[in-house]
Structure formats: structure tokens, C-alpha cells
């Protein structure tokens, strides 16, 4: 691989600078932002999705999911006001004559199985094949098992000659989708194709010009990047948490051991937040098809470790289950819990996989009568896990309460003032599943305050 941090060979004339057209295949998450992003960027964007109320909702202006930022940047490039112009299209021929089209569509986790389920990858690039008239290229961003791109490249060799692949991973955090894609940390383009680098080179000329790296990759490495990304992220919350269950059995605090651990910069303070642990539609997900993958290459001990980075962060929502049951005395049943957050992680109204979620639904499966709220995934739990109580009023989430579980660190559950939270609930015990809390104010408002790797003080 190798690595440039300035602009060249772009935008020097006229043409690394030109507009591109530009096809985005699959509007989720992934897909809409950056449809919306290449927009912004100055390209003339075609959407394309098989779904029309998604493309309705995007045309006016709406997300199909909470993201801050983007319902603004849709209505700008929808409106005209941008540089660049998007239409969106459930015809996946209105892409065919584009120079280049992203392939955005998702990978979920198989049931019953650890590995990814690429059918909606190939059915996009065999559609693709059938319609794109080309030169062009086509450009995988889904994030997918290494070895699906060399795969695909043979299947365009057949099928469609006059089409180039590229993979071209991205690191969006949700939350922070948009200005994660507009300037990214680094670009990886994987491609040994000096045209297909060229293209690409002209498709970000703006964020490369303004200083973000391009790496360039072969497919196996541009594959591997974004899995290796993933799998480093969930290892370090695992392994802070794993510190989490020492400092409980030593009488340890995890927040300080961070803190300490953190100053060392070969270290770093960021992804060391120990709590419920990691949940969402990616870190699980990708970690489990990243040892799937490495079994059938035959290099399964090299990435076993990652079954225990799986395992610590489950255990991390059994612990708080049990913190929980102990603070109603022992059983669960005829016990009021308040679940403060829904959703995997703040700012986002994702509920795939969240942990708030998981814990919730064991608490009520083991009697109690659980009350969650969320500032913004309230409509998305419900209609996941129907059976549990749902408010989007956070006084009533705590009214009678026996216990309150802070699960998802939303800024407005960080600063509750625990004395009018005290004023709400019936019992006085509060566990702070995020480590987030001020305890020294919450027990001084008469609470039994307890949280994951702290002394119980
Ligand atoms: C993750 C990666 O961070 C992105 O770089 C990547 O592009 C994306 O997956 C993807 O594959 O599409 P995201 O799922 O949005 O992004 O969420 P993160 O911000 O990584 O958080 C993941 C989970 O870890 C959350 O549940 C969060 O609460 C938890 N977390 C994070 C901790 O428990 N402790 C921490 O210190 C940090």
C-alpha cells in the first residue's frame, strides 16, 4: 500500500476538478449520505433504491433515520443551492450512463450464522453489469468479506468488460455521518487501475486537495482496512471493560485506570470508555464475519481472540441485568425499572444490536415491568420489541421507578439533576451503565449510586 498526503496527481487542470456523474446504488444509511455528500461535493448524483417512500421522504428533505446534519445537506443539494445536483430513481437503468457508481447496499449478518450475507452486493453488480453502458467504473463500498472484490472483478471480466472495479471502504460513524464522509480521516482506494485511481482522485478532488490521505490498495488490503478498523475498535472497549470486570473483583476504578492509561499517546483516552459496551449495526456484526472469513482461509487462531472480545462485551450486559436485579432486592418481579436510552450509542436512533435494548428485554423477561425512553429511538425499539414499555417523556421513564438504568449516554440523561430525579422515583438506586454520571452528586441526593468498574463507595 502505498500512501500520499498531498493532492497530486489531482486537481491541477481542468478536468480533476470536472463534475463527475455519479450513480449510488442502495439509500440506507451508508448510501444516503453519501449520495448527499457527493452532491455537496459538486457532482451530478443519480440515488437509486427500490424503495420509493425512502426516495419521497429524501426528496423532500427527510432521512429515513436520526442524523444530525443531513435532513439540512438534503435539502441543499435538492434544492439546487449546492454545487453539485441529485435526483433519485427506483430505475436502476437511469444509471447508465454514468462515469462512476458506488455501491452502498448492506451486509447482514446471516442467520444462524457468524458470516456476512453478500446477495445483495452481487445482485447489485450483476444489475450494474446488465445496464451501466460505460467506460465506467463501478465502485464497492459495502463492507464485505475479503475476497468478495476479486470475485466481483471476474464476474465484471465476463459479463461487462467495458466496466472497472474499484473497493473504496468508509469509516462513517453514525452521528457524524456527513462530516465523516466530506472529510474523512483517509480515503483507501483499492485498485491497481491508474484510470480507476484517476476517477476517483476527481470524485474527492475537494477533501484530497484539502489535505485528507489517499492510500492506495489492492482489493484484499482495501477489504481487510475497514474490517481491521472495526475489529481494533471493539477490542479496545473490550479490553477496557475486561479492566472493568478486574477492577470489580480488586476493588479497582476503571474511570481512573483509562484516564491513567490514556496519557501514554501510543495508548489514547478515545474507545476507552468502559460500560454496557459496543452495540449497533457494524462493530458485532463485522467482527463476527471477520472470523467467519478468517476460518474458511485457514486462519481462524489468528483472529480467536476476537470470540473473546464478543464474549467480554455480552458479559458486560449480563452484569448490569444482575447489578439491577440486586438493587430490587433480589427478584425483578413487582419492580418498576427506568431504562434511560434506547438506542446503541447517543445521537442516533439505531437500535440494532444496542445493549440499553438487550438489557431491557432480559429485565423484562425475568419479571420485571420495564419502561424505556429515548429522545429519538423510541418508534424504532417499539417496533423491534414490542413487548416492552416505551415513553418519549423521561419524568414519566422514572416515575415510580425501583431502579434507574442509564444505558445510553444522551447529554439530557448525563445532566438529570438527581434531586428532582429523587422527587420522581420509589426506590433510590441508580446504575450508570455508561460510566457518565457524577456519583458524588447523585449520592448526595440519597441515591445508591452503582456503576461497571467502580468501588461501590
Ligand atoms: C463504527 C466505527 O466507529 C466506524 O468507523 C465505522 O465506519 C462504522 O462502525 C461502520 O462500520 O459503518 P458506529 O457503529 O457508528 O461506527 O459506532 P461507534 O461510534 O464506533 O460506537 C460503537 C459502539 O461502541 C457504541 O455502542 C458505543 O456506545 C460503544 N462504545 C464506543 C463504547 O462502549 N465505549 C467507547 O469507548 C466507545
Known amino acids: 500500500m502505498t500512501a500520499t498526503t498531498d493532492a497530486s496527481p489531482a486537481p491541477t487542470d481542468a478536468a480533476a476538478t470536472a463534475a463527475q456523474r455519479v450513480g449510488v446504488v442502495g439509500l440506507g444509511y451508508l448510501g444516503a449520505v453519501h449520495a448527499a455528500c457527493m452532491a455537496e461535493l459538486g457532482h451530478h448524483v443519480v440515488g437509486y433504491d427500490i424503495d420509493q417512500a425512502k426516495l419521497d421522504a429524501l426528496k423532500e428533505g427527510r432521512a429515513p433515520f436520526f442524523e444530525p446534519g443531513l435532513p439540512e445537506l438534503l435539502t441543499r443539494v435538492c434544492s439546487g443551492e449546492a454545487d453539485g445536483e441529485i435526483t433519485f430513481t427506483t430505475e436502476v437503468g437511469d444509471l447508465k450512463a454514468c462515469d462512476v457508481v458506488f455501491v452502498c447496499v448492506g451486509t447482514p449478518q446471516r442467520k444462524g450464522e457468524l458470516a456476512a450475507d453478500t446477495t445483495y452486493v452481487q445482485r447489485a453488480f450483476e444489475a450494474l453489469a446488465d445496464v451501466v453502458k460505460g467506460p465506467a467504473l463501478l465502485v464497492g463500498k459495502s463492507t464485505v468479506p475479503v475476497g468478495t472484490a476479486a470475485r466481483l472483478a471476474d464476474v465484471l471480466a465476463e459479463r461487462a468488460p467495458h466496466l472497472e472495479l474499484a473497493w473504496n471502504p468508509e469509516f462513517l460513524r453514525e452521528g457524524h455521518a456527513v462530516t465523516d464522509t466530506l472529510s474523512p480521516d483517509r480515503f483507501v482506494l483499492g485498485t491497481t487501475s491508474p484510470r480507476a485511481e484517476a476517477l476517483l482522485r476527481r470524485v474527492y478532488a475537494r477533501p484530497i486537495a484539502a489535505g485528507t490521505p489517499v492510500l492506495i490498495a489492492d ?117 418498576k425499572v427506568a431504562v ?14 444496542s445493549p440499553a435494548i438487550s438489557i431491557a428485554a432480559q429485565a423484562r423477561l425475568q419479571g420485571a415491568d420495564v419502561v424505556v425512553t429515548d429522545p429519538e429511538a423510541v418508534a424504532n425499539a417499539q417496533r423491534l420489541w414490542g413487548d416492552l414499555t416505551y415513553t418519549t417523556s423521561t419524568e414519566e421513564a422514572l416515575s415510580g421507578a425501583d431502579v434507574v438504568l442509564l444505558l445510553t449516554e444522551w447529554p439530557q440523561y448525563v445532566g438529570l439533576d438527581p434531586a428532582h430525579v429523587a422527587t420522581l422515583v420509589r426506590g433510590t438506586q441508580v446504575i450508570d451503565g455508561r460510566n457518565v454520571l457524577d456519583a458524588a452528586a447523585w449520592r448526595a441526593a440519597g441515591f445508591t449510586y452503582r456503576a461497571l468498574g467502580r468501588p461501590n463507595a
Open 219 to 335: 482489493y484484499a488490503t482495501a477489504e481487510l482496512v475497514k474490517v481491521a478498523a472495526n475489529a481494533f475498535l471493539a477490542t479496545k472497549i473490550s479490553f477496557i471493560n475486561a479492566m472493568a470486570e478486574v477492577c470489580e473483583a480488586a476493588g479497582g476504578d476503571v474511570k481512573v485506570l483509562a484516564d491513567a492509561i490514556g496519557h501514554d499517546d501510543r495508548i489514547g483516552r478515545k474507545f476507552l470508555n468502559a460500560g454496557v459496551g459496543f452495540g449497533g449495526g457494524c462493530l458485532p456484526k463485522d467482527i463476527r464475519a471477520f472470523m467467519a472469513r478468517a476460518g474458511e482461509l485457514g486462519a481462524d487462531q489468528a483472529l480467536t481472540f476476537l470470540r473473546e472480545v464478543d464474549g467480554i462485551n455480552m458479559r458486560r450486559r449480563a452484569k448490569v441485568v444482575d447489578l439491577a436485579r440486586e438493587a430490587c432486592g433480589g427478584s425483578f418481579i413487582g419492580r
Open 340 to 353: 434511560l436510552g434506547a438506542a446503541f450509542k447517543p445521537h442516533s436512533d439505531d437500535v440494532r444490536d
